[in-house]
């Protein structure tokens, strides 16, 4: 069964970082562009980061300079390091995988994880 689970995620203080990872099972990531999207309540789905199978990159204006996404297909993993963090950073984090070029529309992508909560509070 392919399948898509993300961690990390948890209570930060604002200035405060976490790391999420994006764990594969059932299928290899190599050939799959990654990406990372969020939502708060009340607010709409929004992409916030995407690698393809080839490196490229992609970044919210929002978090640009703060996340790096990265990949490590050994491991069939995802990861979105993020620095830096701040209140409106708090909402469910989701992985996606799809057979496209890095983008952060979520329309290309095919499977998608449940989600791991990032809260940013003092």
């Known amino acids: 069964q392919w399948q898509l689970v993300e961690s990390g995620g948890g209570l930060v203080q604002p200035g405060g970082s976490l790391r999420l990872s994006c764990a594969a099972s059932?299928?290899?990531?190599?050939?799959?562009?990654i990406g990372w999207f969020r939502q708060a309540p009340g607010k709409e789905r929004e992409g916030v980061s995407s690698?393809?199978?080839?490196?490229?990159?992609r970044y919210a204006a929002s978090v640009k300079g703060r996340f790096t996404i990265s990949r490590d297909d050994a491991k069939n993993t995802v990861y979105l390091q993020m620095n830096s963090l701040k209140p409106e950073d708090t909402a469910v984090y989701y992985c996606?995988?799809?057979?496209?070029?890095?983008?952060?529309?979520?329309?290309?992508?095919?499977?998608w994880g449940q989600g791991t909560q990032v809260t940013v509070s003092s």
């Open positions: 996606a995988a799809g057979i496209t070029v890095a983008t952060m529309s979520p329309i290309p992508y095919d499977y």
């Open positions: 059932g299928f290899t990531l190599d050939y799959y562009t």
């Open positions: 690698i393809s199978s080839n490196g490229n990159t």
